[in-house]
């Protein structure tokens, strides 16, 4: 499979993981529903985002940074966004970003080369 399509499925299925966090959160318990989707889409976005880098660049410890850092970014946009919750935000998102990067770098097959 390659590095960018494990990047979307994978960074979909954690992102939803992701959004199950605020479960744990009781003040937004009544707003799960569209925080599991906005996990999601962000899992997405850092998923391809993931993909590609790790297409290009095949290094382990490049993949886990790159994973950390957009992770880590794309969950502090949120947070942002929220005005508060930076650490049950960031934290849960950052983690989903180092898992990818990992995954994306370990398991993903490199493309073919061109044929001529």
Same mark, same amino acid.
């Given at each position: 499979m390659s590095?960018?399509? &494990? +990047?979307?499925?994978?960074?979909?299925i954690l992102g939803a993981f992701d959004?199950?966090?605020a479960w744990f959160t009781p003040a937004v318990r009544d707003q799960i529903g569209g925080i599991v989707v906005g996990s999601t889409i962000k899992g997405l976005i850092a998923g391809i985002? &993931? +993909?590609f880098f790790a297409r290009k660049f095949n290094s382990l410890p490049l993949g886990l940074l790159f994973g950390l850092?957009?992770?880590?970014?794309l969950a502090f946009l949120v947070a942002l966004m929220q005005h508060?919750?930076?650490f049950q935000i960031i934290l849960p998102g950052s983690?989903?970003?180092?898992?990818v990067g990992f995954a994306t770098q370990k398991?993903?097959?490199a493309?073919?080369?061109?044929r001529t």
């Open positions: 590095k960018p399509l &494990i +990047g979307i499925i994978l960074g979909a959004g199950l966090t985002a &993931i +993909g850092l957009i992770g880590a970014l508060g919750y930076y983690l989903v970003g180092l898992i398991y993903g097959s493309p073919a080369p061109a």
